[in-house]
């Protein structure tokens, strides 16, 4: 019979290290035991999978338990552990020690040590730094802008942090890798809800087409109200950045053209441009500023006659 015949193993975590097995009961023998008959699986150094299959909530729990003393998860990890929106899962599970902690990232536990004080949060689910921190973290490891724009696009307009917290995170952090999140900042500043959007306001400013407020909502005559994506108040003209995915159903494709024609009827002017222009960005300035121009024309037209 094992010595550890008392102990539960249904009352096992699913992930655990050996000193934790040895505290709950086991003998060393009965834990090499397990891994060897497979009823365990070692998943890092000294860490272990009491379950059969490795979930992604395991792996943040196992990158944790083998950090030990003081680890926190950042990065895409802590994002998605407090379930912000569009955040994809990554190969590795980054993890935040204080500087005493000596642990060494391996296999999918990257540790990293740093001397930057951070706030832990421990309710509901893994211990985590908080979103601010964790989407400067991530934000500083992709290599695209247009990830980076859309990331702090997200937690910023799901209330998850603010731009001001990031905007801390960014100044107290590395300088390596944070360019894209020094621009995404500025331009979430601005008011850009997307990154389509936030890539056309840069391409409008640098061409000197200004005077322009972004998501503004406009209000129609029967009490109800829209937001549109670029607004000049002086012209009532209205610029829609369009992209494929919100117009993938007839349901998206009908509501723009019921918005287009509600604005119209309130006497705004609107255009809409798709994403894909933005890739010239001279001809999407042309045709803007050609368009502001027919529109102080019409204008004039109107005031005159």
């Not at 990554?90 to 990257?110: C, H, M």
């Not at 287009?260 to 222009?277: D, F, K």
Request: charged share 25%.
């Amino acid at each position: 019979m094992d010595d550890d015949w008392w102990v539960d193993p249904d009352r096992l975590p699913r992930v655990l290290d050996r000193a934790e097995a040895l505290r709950r009961g086991l003998s060393r023998h009965a834990v090499d035991h397990r891994l060897a008959s497979g009823a365990w699986r070692r998943v890092l150094p000294r860490t272990y999978l009491t379950g059969e299959t490795l979930t992604e909530p395991d792996r943040w729990t196992a990158a944790l338990v083998y950090a030990g003393r003081g680890a926190a998860l950042s990065g895409a990890a802590a994002l998605r552990a407090s379930e912000v929106r569009g955040v994809a899962a990554t190969r590795t599970v980054l993890v935040l020690v204080p500087t005493e902690n000596r642990r060494r990232a391996t296999g999918f536990a990257q540790v990293r040590s740093t001397s930057r004080p951070f706030t832990a949060m421990r309710w509901s689910g893994p211990c985590r730094v908080e979103p601010a921190r964790a989407a400067a973290d991530l934000a500083c490891a992709m290599t695209r802008l247009d990830d980076v724009r859309t990331l702090v696009a997200r937690v910023v307009q799901d209330q998850h942090c603010t731009v001001a917290e990031l905007g801390v995170e960014l100044e107290a952090g590395p300088r390596q890798g944070s360019a894209y999140l020094r621009v995404a900042l500025e331009e979430v500043g601005w008011g850009s809800a997307s990154a389509p959007e936030a890539r056309a306001a840069r391409i409008l400013r640098t061409a000197g087409l200004t005077g322009f407020e972004q998501n503004v909502r406009i209000d129609l005559p029967d009490g109800r109200w829209r937001v549109v994506d670029f607004y000049w108040a002086r012209l009532r003209a209205c610029l829609e950045i369009d992209s494929v995915e919100f117009h993938a159903t007839r349901d998206g494709w009908n509501s723009t053209w019921d918005r287009h024609l509600e604005l119209t009827v309130a006497g705004h002017s609107v255009i809409h441009r798709p994403p894909s222009a933005l890739r010239d960005p001279a001809s999407f300035v042309a045709d803007v500023r050609a368009w502001l121009a027919g529109r102080e024309t019409e204008l004039r037209r109107g005031l005159s006659a």
